[in-house]
């Protein structure tokens, strides 16, 4: 079943707040984007940067793993999420 977009924002939100919260990633996700606080800030009501933080959390299994894990949000939402925010759409080449 695919997620809707308003459930997506929560996801999207809900990762923004373990990033911010997360000592260790932040700083990666931070130098690798060019993001400040108030970037991060201002992120939390564009679903494109929220998608921008899933796109992120997605580049590694572990960070997905950890996240879900603290969240006790089900392994396959962030990607589910992701599909259903600006530029989640999948392309199909045939």
């Given at each position: 079943?695919?997620?809707?977009?308003?459930?997506?924002?929560?996801?999207?939100?809900?990762?923004?707040?373990w990033?911010?919260?997360?000592?260790?990633?932040?700083?990666?996700?931070?130098?690798?984007?060019?993001?400040?606080?108030?970037?991060?800030?201002?992120?939390?009501?564009?679903?494109?940067?929220?998608?921008a933080?899933?796109?992120?959390?997605?580049?590694?299994?572990?960070?997905?793993?950890?996240?879900?894990?603290?969240?006790?949000?089900?392994?396959?939402?962030?990607?589910?999420?992701?599909?259903?925010?600006?530029?989640?759409?999948?392309?199909?080449?045939?």
């Open positions: 079943m695919a997620m809707s977009r308003n459930e997506a924002e929560i996801v999207g939100l809900q990762a923004i707040a990033l911010a919260g997360n000592e260790d990633l932040l700083p990666v996700f931070m130098s690798s984007t060019g993001a400040d606080e108030a970037t991060l800030r201002d992120g939390l009501a564009d679903p494109a940067f929220q998608a933080v899933l796109d992120f959390l997605l580049m590694d299994d572990a960070w997905v793993g950890r996240f879900c894990d603290e969240t006790g949000t089900d392994y396959s939402v962030p990607m589910q999420a992701r599909a259903a925010l600006p530029g989640g759409e999948t392309i199909h080449w045939t």
